[in-house]
Nanobody, 115 residues
Framework: QVQLVESGGGLVQPGGSLRLSCAASGRMFSFCVMGWYRQAPGKQRELVATISRGGNTNYVDAVKGRFTISRDNAKNTVYLQMNSLKPEDTAVYYC?????????WGQGTQVTVSS
């Protein structure tokens, strides 16, 4: 079992930055492929970025060059640094752990980009 708790969301102006954190409990974190997803109102949940156990990263084109995913296995935490935020980044952001053919999700944290 893996429990995930996101934090760091909030209201930010266009062009601003936020850093999301996802703290995991349980001993499985280091085996997880970790990901950040987001869901905007009226839209389906979409993948934003992933990071493998070894630190390899992938990003959706819409956030390349602006967002950075990282993980600290000693702290059981994954981060999403978001820079140059745009109004279209507004969504609920979810942390995901994929391990042993199972998916675990956090409760989500709201990010609102607005002037």
């Amino acid at each position: 079992q893996v429990q995930l708790v996101e934090s760091g969301g909030g209201l930010v102006q266009p062009g601003g930055s936020l850093r999301l954190s996802c703290a995991a409990s349980g001993r499985m974190f280091s085996f997880c492929v970790m990901g950040w997803y987001r869901q905007a109102p009226g839209k389906q949940r979409e993948l934003v970025a992933t990071i493998s156990r070894g630190g390899n990263t992938n990003y959706v084109d819409a956030v390349k060059g602006r967002f950075t995913i990282s993980r600290d296995n000693a702290k059981n935490t994954v981060y999403l640094q978001m820079n140059s935020l745009k109004p279209e980044d507004t969504a609920v952001y979810y942390c995901n752990c994929a391990v042993d053919y199972r998916d675990y999700w956090g409760q989500g944290t709201q990010v609102t980009v607005s002037s």
